[in-house]
């Protein structure tokens, strides 16, 4: 069972909010909103916060944007993971990663199939690494990235977390000459 060792200091990780869709405005983007304060809340810096569009060149503009930012470690995005023909973050950020976390998407799935069953069959949810820095592609739904945040990224992007986390691996992640598409780091 995993657990928090408080012999290790907690080391916050910049982390950029991105909001994928064609309607939200800050004013209303609630998901977004929970993410923000989620992770403030658990001593991270929210070191951006954007709305893009459902559009593959605006989502990979974006998103390599930031892999080439020093100052962002980490891109959490929301919106865009569902079947419709506008939902097309997967697909935007599997041709920016150097690398999937495939257990990511496995593990959401599990446990939002705890709350809200079958329905999990439509998530696209998605992670990756790219130049070094973490992409996470949730659902559009608060709740949605309350699961996530609560039950899994808290955990990873905590250095604290035992036996292994995030945190850890992020001095490593550019090694074997993976520099990203399109990154500068």
Same mark, same amino acid.
């Given at each position: 069972?995993s657990a928090?060792?408080?012999?290790r200091?907690?080391?916050?990780?910049?982390i950029?909010?991105?909001t994928?869709?064609?309607?939200?405005?800050?004013?209303?983007?609630k998901?977004?909103?929970?993410l923000?304060?989620?992770l403030?809340?658990?001593?991270?810096?929210l070191?951006?916060r954007?709305?893009?569009?459902?559009?593959?060149?605006?989502?990979?503009?974006?998103?390599?944007?930031?892999i080439?930012?020093e100052?962002?470690?980490?891109?959490?995005a929301t !919106? *865009?993971?569902? @079947?419709t023909?506008?939902?097309?973050? +997967?697909?935007a950020? %599997?041709?920016?990663? &150097?690398?999937?976390i495939?257990g990511?998407?496995?593990?959401?799935r599990?446990?939002?199939?705890?709350?809200?069953?079958?329905?999990?069959?439509q998530?696209?949810?998605?992670a990756?690494?790219a !130049? *070094?820095t973490? @992409?996470?592609?949730l659902?559009?739904? +608060?709740s949605?990235? %309350?699961?996530?945040? &609560?039950d899994?990224?808290?955990?990873?992007l905590?250095?604290?977390?035992?036996?292994?986390?995030f945190?850890?691996i992020?001095?490593?992640?550019?090694?074997?000459?993976?520099?990203g598409?399109?990154? *500068?780091?």
């Amino acid at each position: 069972m995993s657990a928090s060792d408080e012999s290790r200091a907690f080391i916050p990780v910049n982390i950029a909010v991105m909001t994928i869709s064609d309607t939200r405005k800050l004013s209303d983007d609630k998901s977004g909103d929970l993410l923000a304060q989620r992770l403030d809340a658990a001593g991270h810096k929210l070191a951006a916060r954007v709305i893009v569009r459902d559009d593959v060149p605006e989502i990979t503009t974006q998103l390599s944007s930031y892999i080439n930012d020093e100052a962002i470690d980490c891109v959490i995005a929301t !919106g *865009g993971t569902g @079947l419709t023909g506008r939902d097309v973050t +997967p697909e935007a950020f %599997r041709s920016v990663f &150097d690398k999937e976390i495939e257990g990511f998407g496995e593990m959401f799935r599990f446990l939002s199939f705890q709350k809200i069953g079958t329905s999990t069959l439509q998530s696209r949810a998605v992670a990756g690494v790219a !130049g *070094g820095t973490y @992409l996470f592609a949730l659902p559009g739904s +608060p709740s949605a990235c %309350r699961d996530a945040w &609560d039950d899994l990224l808290i955990h990873q992007l905590d250095y604290r977390h035992r036996p292994c986390n995030f945190v850890e691996i992020m001095p490593r992640l550019r090694e074997g000459g993976l520099a990203g598409r399109g990154s *500068g780091k």
